[in-house]
């Protein structure tokens, strides 16, 4: 007889079921948080990536019936902490011989400075509302995606980010209020009355 707590051993079988049974279907919402989290493409789904290897490697920890989803957020969320720490600490790394090759080959595109500009431009007339989020710091953008945009309960969030409920209430309070001052104009150039 075992309690609540203790995980129940299973096969190997067994667990390339669970995790594909409960796991998978939350790829894309993992995606999602994670291009929320990096705001880069490459990063998020190394983030995806490492986050599911965790979630396999600590299969046996995962209980069944329980919400797999918000686990996954949990320890994708863990993880984006973690490397951000990491990185933050690490001086960044430029390959100046691979910056130099590009430019120095015969087939570098004399207007490629030209491209750059206008790529940043189009990166800058976004959807106004992805770029408020994304303005937030990332304790106050990880709280909307997971509240506003994923539909976790205080109890899931306060779970998922290792705080108590009450954090949660007020970092959602002052993200919204946030997001609000962001998007005023927006609002009222589309023509809602603003108070």
Known sequence: MTDNHTPVPRSEQENLQLFNREFMPHIDAM???????????DAAKDLVQ??????????????????AKAWLFRILKNTFINDFRKKSKEPPKIDYHEIETTYNSEDVDENITIDLR????????GDEVT??????????????????????TYE?????LDIPIGTVRSRLHRART????????????MGYAGN
Do not use: P, W
Request: glycine fraction near 2%; aromatic fraction near 14%; proline fraction near 0%.
């Open 31 to 41: 995606y999602n948080f994670a291009y929320k989290l990096t705001l880069d493409e």
């Open 50 to 67: 490492d986050t599911y290897l965790k979630a396999f490697r600590f299969i046996n920890s995962f209980t069944e019936g329980t919400n």
């Open 118 to 125: 206008s790529e940043a431009i189009q990166d800058m007339i």
């Open 131 to 152: 770029n408020a989020i994304n303005s937030l710091a990332v304790d106050f953008r990880t709280v909307i995606i997971l509240c506003d945009l994923e539909g976790f």
């Open 156 to 160: 899931e969030m306060s779970k998922i």
């Open 178 to 189: 946030l997001l609000k001052q962001k998007l005023s104009d927006y609002a009222r150039k």
